[in-house]
């Protein structure tokens, strides 16, 4: 199973970026995919996950101005990030968890900066 992020940059407090993820290697009707991010000095932690038949789900942080969403026929999904401030500055890793195993499969991440 592949991961492959993109779509992270610099903007300015207040922007807006759309985060994307293909996954290759596995099908997708099964599975919880989700963004998580990692800041300087911090560990890693849940921003946004989302599942078939299920609601998306969204740290406290972000709600109301991240949207996660999946395409099933691309194999790929997005975390549209409105509204940025600089504490959302991180590098953001697009995760997918197998339903069937329980495995976890990582991308290698996008930075994301957010200037004031």
């Known amino acids: 199973v592949q991961l492959v992020e993109s779509g992270g940059g610099l903007v300015q407090a207040g922007g807006s970026l759309r985060l994307s993820c293909v996954a290759s290697?596995?099908?997708?009707?099964?599975?919880?995919m989700g963004w998580y991010r990692q800041a300087p000095g911090k560990e890693r932690e849940l921003v946004a996950t989302?599942?078939?038949?299920?609601?998306?789900n969204y740290a406290d942080s972000v709600k109301g101005r991240f949207t996660i969403s999946k395409d099933n026929a691309k194999k790929m999904v997005y975390l549209q990030l409105n509204n940025l401030k600089p504490e959302d500055t991180a590098v953001y890793y697009c995760?997918?968890?197998?339903?069937?195993?329980?495995?976890?499969?990582w991308g290698q991440g996008t930075l994301v900066t957010v200037s004031s």
């Open positions: 995760k997918i968890r197998a339903w069937s195993t329980a495995r976890d499969y």
């Open positions: 290697g596995t099908t997708f009707s099964m599975v919880t």
């Open positions: 989302i599942a078939n038949g299920r609601s998306a």
